[in-house]
Nanobody, 119 residues
Framework: QVQLVESGGGLVQAGGSLRLSCAAS????????MGWFRQAPGKEREFVAQ????????SYADSVKGRFTISRDNAKNTVYLQMNSLKPEDTAIYYC????????????WGQGTQVTVSS
């Protein structure tokens, strides 16, 4: 099992920045990719960004490209999501996720952290 704990959410004005952190513990050696997802009120959960362990390849949703950056600290088993130029539509609960195989859905999830962007 892998446990994920997010932190770093909060309230920020439009145009501001936040950095989310996701600390992984447990069977971290089994992780092949980690990602960030978000769910706004009344909407379905959506993909935000992903980082593949082998090679460090990253991918992003079109809505956040150029504004968000996913990165990792191997020594700390932590993944970050740097969010710049935040918009009110970025308001959501942000979830960290991990998966043990690239061909499978994400199987490990954090509890989520609230991000609120005021206009």
């Amino acid at each position: 099992q892998v446990q994920l704990v997010e932190s770093g959410g909060g309230l920020v004005q439009a145009g501001g920045s936040l950095r989310l952190s996701c600390a992984a513990s447990g069977r971290t050696f089994s992780i092949r990719a980690m990602g960030w997802f978000r769910q706004a009120p009344g909407k379905e959960r959506e993909f935000v960004a992903q980082l593949i362990w082998s090679g460090g390849f990253t991918s992003y949703a079109d809505s956040v490209k150029g504004r968000f950056t996913i990165s990792r600290d191997n020594a700390k088993n932590t993944v970050y999501l740097q969010m710049n130029s935040l918009k009110p539509e970025d308001t959501a609960i942000y979830y960290c996720a991990a998966r043990s195989a690239l061909g499978r859905p994400y199987e490990y999830w954090g509890q989520g952290t609230q991000v609120t962007v005021s206009s």
